[in-house]
């Protein structure tokens, strides 16, 4: 579960174990984490995510039982080993995701369902269909994209704003269409 | 419609998000209203155009869409049998829909004679709309919906996401940890014991298809709102969510069905348009936000202050 802090909690109050993957991103988060699960008590182990991560399914199916795992790493890395927990016969109650990089999201247009490139600006032009998206922070782990919505023109920054931000380099446009 | 029906949501004078689920007493899931033709005619339009937007499930759920299928259609054959029939030839079923004059012949659990998946067949009967979700441990996935009248949610983006998740826009649910209650409340609920609650919003235009794919086109009216047309645009939009454990999959089905009451009409009921005052008054700015009404929030509320003060007088 992405950024969901009551879970975590109640998941650090269960368990005696976590190991914690973390990338250079999520390196901040992990610290954190980890301070938190020592004065808990907790056992910890942190492993860095670099490569392919060869042997991560043989390490993690050698860990004791009741064993919990927090990933904190940006989301493209979290979508790539998510896949190899569940292979690793981890559940989603044993795996905590903790995503880094907020902001640097692909955005999903509700518009017309097409993928646009991250993304740090509140809003962005669909590169699919051309319409004003404002870019929220609801991510989709299928989409591996946040939320773009409608926005109206009495919503609109003003037309010259939405120019520059059409023509920077930040909007380039992925040629993915769900 | 007559107000004599409208599920007014409120209960106190302020409104904030709790676990606000009751027993559903009668059990019946179903309700058929006198709009049921032309709101069923409208959500198969819907489907026709926008499939994709109105209808998504995982291949899985195939068993759970037919538990659907068959409690749906055996409770509308009972409860409202003048407008509904289902009967039985061995694996062969006969369902007829008197609303609409039609019948359809088809055998049990095999898809392929309904021509479409069960959950997308039945809920071309129902005017709910119809969301699935199963329970993997401990938590609710979404994982298939018939959708075509949406409080400005997607189904498309919200496919495959957990109930956690699925509320991260709410302002404070997730935070508070309220989402993560009703969540284990849910996956609490037994078979046979279906539950209920009520959700609000207040939508400017009459539209039942408030869906965010479609917002540049409905989305401006927020801003049209007066103190000449407030009356008669905005229009409280409640739906009623029932929830039900299905016995054999232990998926739970939602269904929700929607209303919407012109202002004008409400206030006829001086103690909801009181009740209303009072809940916008108090209401929360992040609420306020989420819910849309800021750009005619005050508006409504001097037209509703305005109302009472000329019956006070």
Redo the contacts between chains.
């Keep these: 579960m992405m950024g969901d802090t009551t879970r975590w909690h109640r998941m650090m109050d269960d368990v005696v174990r976590i190991v914690i993957f973390a990338d250079s991103d999520g390196e901040k988060h992990s610290t954190n984490i980890e301070a938190e699960a020592k004065i808990r008590g907790l056992q910890v182990d942190i492993r860095r995510i670099d490569g392919n991560m060869t042997g991560i399914e043989t390490y993690l199916q050698a860990q004791p039982m009741g064993t919990r795992v927090v990933v904190c790493a940006t989301r493209s890395n979290i979508q790539q080993l998510r896949p190899r927990f569940v292979d690793a016969g981890y559940g989603n109650e044993e795996v905590f995701f903790y995503p880094a990089g907020e902001g640097h999201s692909r955005v999903f247009c509700v518009g017309c369902y097409g993928i646009n490139d991250p993304t740090t600006e509140a809003t962005n032009v669909c590169c699919h269909c051309g319409r004003q998206l404002a870019v929220s922070t609801h991510y989709s782990i299928r989409h591996d994209a946040v939320f773009g919505s409608l926005t109206v023109p009495e919503q609109r920054v003003p037309t010259s704003e939405v120019t520059r931000i059409a023509n920077s380099e930040d909007f380039a446009c992925e040629s993915i269409k769900h | 419609m007559a107000t004599s029906r409208f599920p007014f949501p409120f209960t106190a004078s302020e409104y904030h998000y709790s676990n606000n689920l009751r027993p559903l007493d009668p059990p019946v899931l179903i309700q058929v209203t006198p709009e049921y033709v032309e709101e069923v005619r409208y959500k198969r339009a819907l489907l026709r155009q926008h499939h994709?937007r109105c209808y998504q499930s995982e291949q899985e759920t195939m068993t759970a869409q037919w538990e659907v299928l068959s409690h749906l259609f055996h409770e509308m054959a009972e409860v409202y049998p003048q407008h509904f029939t289902l009967t039985k030839q061995d694996n062969v079923w006969t369902f007829q829909n008197h609303l609409l004059q039609e019948q359809v012949q088809f055998e049990y659990l095999n898809t392929q004679s309904l021509g479409m998946e069960p959950l997308d067949f039945v809920g071309r009967h129902v005017q709910e709309d119809l969301i699935l979700m199963s329970q993997?441990?401990?938590?609710l996935v979404l994982c298939a919906g018939h959708l075509c009248f949406p409080g400005n949610w997607?189904l498309?983006?919200?496919?495959?996401?957990?109930f956690?998740?699925i509320h991260?826009?709410v302002p404070g649910i997730?935070?508070e940890?309220l989402a993560?209650k009703i969540q284990r409340f849910l996956t609490y609920i037994e078979t046979g014991r279906p539950w209920t609650r009520l959700n609000w919003s207040l939508n400017a235009g009459r539209r039942l298809d408030t869906s965010?794919?479609t917002?540049?086109e409905w989305?401006?009216l927020?801003?049209q709102v007066t103190a000449e047309n407030v009356a008669e645009l905005v229009h409280l939009r409640v739906e009623e969510q029932n929830l039900f454990r299905l016995p054999r999959t232990q998926s739970l089905l939602f269904t929700i069905h929607t209303y919407l009451l012109e202002i004008e009409k409400l206030v006829k009921n001086h103690a909801w348009r009181d009740q209303l005052y009072d809940v916008l008054r108090t209401l929360a700015p992040p609420l306020v936000e989420y819910k849309g009404i800021l750009?005619f929030h005050q508006v409504l509320l001097n037209y509703l202050h305005g109302e009472r003060v000329r019956d006070d007088g």
Excluded at chain 2, 156 to 162: H, L, N, R, S, V
Aim: aromatic content about 10%.
């Design positions: 994709d993997r441990d401990e938590e997607s498309k983006f919200d496919a495959g996401m957990t956690m998740d991260h826009p997730v935070e940890g993560e965010p794919e917002f540049d989305g401006t927020r801003f750009p």
